[in-house]
């Protein structure tokens, strides 16, 4: 279209141009509300201006029938209107027998005009939270991901929960369908949480809606809580398990966030396996982001196995070599074995999207439950009472023989008025006034049944229904009594089976940094000052990953911190060059500089933390034409001692002497530092490797995340130096030692965790499958970093009790035998057999049946001085622990000693 056809006004057939009561007659069919096309236009021969009009009501029209009518769900019972057509409909055609899918599907679409497709789709979700469909066929999979067979080869009915809970005709709402053919409920009684128990999600125009499904039984006694007014809390449940970290869950509302886990254990030293996995994933998504993280080589694994059936299995198989329990943290950080679901809890109430936490859910639900309930019996009282006055009518009726009378009545009315006047003197008896229709359905009664009438039965037949009526009134009056009944009866009838699936736990936060596979080469260009992972013609330092940092000093006190990447100018004459850890406390810098080009030589030492990446931080006084004359990096606070040779200048006379960094204070990278010679060095050598001149690490077992940690979180296990190791023991008969590792995993049937002493004898009483006998062993560990097992192999064999204790007594109780009980057996273990092997299978306990096994106080023991830990001692020295460094808010580090 050119210029001339752009301004080229609208013509009749007559290619006229059209006056403007023309135009307006002309575009009649799309104007909305008052808006025709030429609305803003004063002119319309010279310009044509944009449709707005036609659009400022529509689409406003078009977002709120998307949120009232298709994605978000109605609080007042749970559904989306498709999920409530679907109900409905599945009512209608229940007669207890299995009803196709598609039959379902097509009834349903009386009701709804989306097609088919999304009928069925929405029927399947609603059918996999097994709840209030009773399903046959196959219905898909949550766990693999598979979808349903057609409708046509599915069936489906209401399940019992579903009746109890969804279906109440004469307390139900109608309205009119979309074609003004049937009747559909507006909202369905739906007396339960169930909208808490599904869940909900949907995405709409300008909102959306993500509710988290919660468990069954706790949504019940929290319910049950808020009729007696207790305080409650809720968390999610999922059907896929897993474990989730709600810390942050908000009770549901925006800016919520739930961490969910996938539940993975060590099968063995090379194989992993995950037997739950994390809500919104399945097991093709979960595998798919495992090789994709293997591919990018942040992880490294030999091959995945899908074994998953019924139960989730699925197994990892590791290269020799790699760490387990680095590859769980890898797999949580980088793959979806964890995903972060951010909750939002939006519903419809009165026709408006309403955003509201979980527990405000939960109260309206329950609140109106008891409406429900309240409503049914208020109906079902009135029908007993109708029920109760017409048989005491009919009895009346009868026995004042009233029928015989009718003869003498040629019409309705002048009969209306002889019974009228009958019952006159009995109104006070009733409980409501007579009227026409009672009196119809007298007159109909017939004759046989008017002769065989038995007073005594219709006394009894009254009395029962008084004896109801006052039920239902008891009921009333005590409502929510009635309410908790009610709930409490719905748990005991469906609550089994459905007890929480997934474990919450709080999570520990793991570093990228730490867990990544480092399967990138770092280069270095010393003399040019260039560092990357392309300069593989260069020296090579280390194995490094894309995400980590690299920490540079160079010659001249500079200092910086840059980001791993293919090739980076970082200065000329780098002296040192290593992957840095941000939180790294315990790596100190030990550092002799000269202050310009013939100042006095400055000594100090300092740990680096709290910089900005990528800034050039200078180690020295800012003195220009500084130098670094002597520089070691000390992972563990080591202080070494170093001579010092000065050159010969004018009347020196000592031009040689020791200096311990030891006899140094820790201090931050700013700092000036301590004079070591005002003259000029020549040469510094080393002159003894150092000790760590820090206190060990003390480390404490949080048992809620199941994690190590310096927090001072859980339980003290100890203080650690660089060799100390720890003790594991499993139900499962093994055991081994392991460095203490804050990204260590540790099993659920986990028994001992304690800092391991090599020369400390363990003891165990286990019963071998085999021989079918308990026996006694003592052992010291002889090898270390490797797990073994202790009893015997045979898969009838447990381990009954262990002890790490010096002298260790155990009771054992015998089982009667042909009615005799012998005594409890109290054995010494320590005298009882000498330290073995530990495959040594041990001395047998006894040849008696033994009932049970017992741990008693352990004997007093003088521990031996070789098992004593020494304490750290370096003479001249200051000794520094992790909380003496403190980290300013200028990024510098300062100490707190006494």
């Known amino acids: 279209m050119n210029e001339d056809d752009e301004n080229k006004l609208p013509t009749d057939d007559n290619n006229q141009p059209l006056d403007s009561n023309q135009e307006s007659q002309g575009f009649d069919d799309i104007q909305t509300s008052g808006h025709n096309f030429y609305e803003n236009n004063e002119n319309p021969e010279s310009t044509i201006t944009k449709v707005t009009g036609m659009y400022k009501d529509w689409f406003l029209d078009y977002a709120s029938y998307v949120i009232l009518e298709r994605a978000v769900p109605a609080i007042e019972d749970g559904f989306k209107p498709v999920q409530r057509r679907i109900m409905h409909s599945m009512k209608e055609l229940d007669d207890g027998r299995y009803n196709k899918v598609a039959n379902i599907v097509g009834h349903t679409m009386q009701y709804h005009p989306h097609g088919d497709a999304s009928i069925g789709d929405a029927m399947v979700q609603i059918g996999q939270k097994d709840l209030i469909i009773d399903m ?39 309205g009119m369908s979309y074609d003004g053919r049937r009747a559909e409920p507006i909202n369905l009684p739906v007396k339960f949480p169930l909208l808490l128990a599904q869940g909900a999600e949907g995405i709409a125009v300008g909102l959306s809606t993500k509710i988290l499904p919660h468990n069954f039984n706790e949504l019940i006694d929290s319910s049950i809580k808020i009729l007696k007014g207790k305080p409650f809390t809720l968390y999610p449940d999922f059907i896929t398990a897993g474990i989730a970290d709600v810390t942050n869950y908000n009770d549901g509302l925006r800016g919520g966030r739930v961490r969910v886990r996938a539940k993975i254990a060590q099968l063995d030293k090379q194989t992993l396996v995950i037997t739950q996995i994390p809500f919104s994933t399945n097991t093709v998504t979960l595998i798919e982001s495992i090789l994709k993280a293997n591919e990018k080589g942040k ?15 699925i197994l990892i198989h590791l290269f020799p070599g790699v760490s387990p329990d680095k590859t769980i943290d890898a797999l949580f950080a980088f793959t979806a074995c964890e995903t972060s679901i951010a909750p939002l809890g939006c519903v419809i109430e009165n026709n408006k999207p309403l955003f509201i936490g979980v527990s405000e ?93 038995d007073s005594d039965k219709a006394d009894d037949a009254i009395a029962k229904l008084e004896a109801e009526m006052e039920q239902v009134k008891h009921d009333l009056e005590h409502i929510i009594d009635f309410a908790i009944a009610f709930f409490a009866k719905l748990k005991e009838k469906y609550g089994k089976g459905r007890e929480r699936q997934t474990e ?23 003399e040019e000052g260039f560092i990357g992972t392309s300069l593989k013609k260069d ?7 894309e995400i980590d940092d690299v920490i540079v000093f160079l010659r001249d006190g500079t200092m910086m911190i840059t980001k791993v990447d293919a ?33 006095p030589a400055y000594i100090k030492r300092f740990n680096v933390s709290g910089v900005t990446r990528d800034k050039a931080y200078d180690l020295t006084n800012g003195t220009a ?67 760590s001149t820090l206190l060990p690490r003390k480390i404490w077992f949080d048992d809620i995340v199941k994690k190590l940690n310096v927090d001072g979180r859980g339980e003290l296990l100890g203080e650690f130096r660089p060799n100390d190791k ?12 392991i460095i203490p590792e804050l990204n260590s995993h540790f099993e659920d049937d986990m028994i001992v965790l304690e800092k391991w002493i090599p020369k400390k004898p363990i003891s165990a009483i286990y019963f071998d499958g085999e021989k079918e006998r308990y026996y006694v062993k003592r052992f010291i560990i002889e090898v270390e970093n490797r797990e073994e097992t202790f009893i015997s192999e045979h898969s009838g064999s447990n381990l009954e009790i262990v002890s790490t204790d010096y002298r260790p007594v155990a009771e054992v109780i015998f089982s009667k035998v042909k009615g005799v009980q012998k005594d409890p057996l109290t054995v010494d273990i320590e005298a009882f057999i000498a330290v073995k092997g530990l495959k040594a299978q041990g001395n047998q306990l006894t040849s008696d049946k033994v009932r049970q096994i017992n741990m008693l106080e352990p004997l007093e023991y003088e521990v031996p001085e070789e098992v004593i830990p020494e304490e750290l001692e370096v003479e001249g020295s200051t000794s520094v622990s992790d909380d003496d460094i403190n980290l300013e808010d200028d990024g510098q580090i300062t100490l707190s000693l006494d």
């Open 504 to 526: 919450l736990r709080i999570f520990d936060d793991i570093e990228a940094t730490k867990v990544i596979l480092r399967n990138t080469k770092l280069y270095v260009n010393r």
């Open 625 to 691: 034409a500084s130098q670094i004359l002597y520089f070691s990096c000390n992972p563990n606070g080591e202080a070494e001692v170093i001579t010092i040779i000065l050159r010969q200048v004018g009347s020196i006379k000592k031009l040689k002497f020791d200096v311990d960094f030891a006899s140094l204070a820790i201090k931050g990278r700013g700092s000036k530092g301590n004079i070591v010679s005002k003259y000029p060095i020549k040469k510094i050598e080393l002159k003894e490797k150092g000790i």
């Open 299 to 313: 992880i490294k694994i030999k091959k995945i196995e899908d074994n998953t059936a019924a139960e989730v299995e």
């Open 361 to 453: 859910m939960l109260k309206i639900s329950t609140h109106r439950t008891v409406d429900l309930l309240k409503s049914e019996l208020e109906i079902q009282l009135e029908e007993l009472q109708n029920k109760w006055h017409f048989s005491t009518l009919e009895k009346i009726f009868i026995r004042e023989e009233m029928y015989i009378d009718f003869k003498l009545y040629s019409d309705k009315e002048s009969l209306y008025t002889y019974m009228y006047h009958r019952f006159e003197e009995y109104r006070h008896l009733l409980v409501r006034d007579i009227n026409d229709e009672d009196l119809q359905k007298l007159t109909q009664i017939p004759m046989i049944r008017i002769t065989r009438f």
């Open 567 to 599: 090739k980076t100018f970082v200065g000329k004459d780098i002296i040192h060059l290593a992957i840095f850890d941000r939180n790294d406390k315990r790596t100190i810098y030990n550092l002799i500089y000269r202050d310009g080009k013939s100042g």
């Open 539 to 545: 020296e090579y330092l280390c194995d490094c990953s």
């Open 726 to 737: 720890l003790l594991i023991i499993n139900q499962s008969g093994k055991l081994r030692t």
């Open 136 to 174: 046959q066929g196959n219905w898909g999979n949550i766990l693999t991901g598979d979808s349903a067979a057609a409708s046509r080869y599915i069936e489906a009915r209401i399940s019992k929960l579903g009746h109890d809970i969804l279906y109440s005709p004469k307390i139900t709402d109608w």
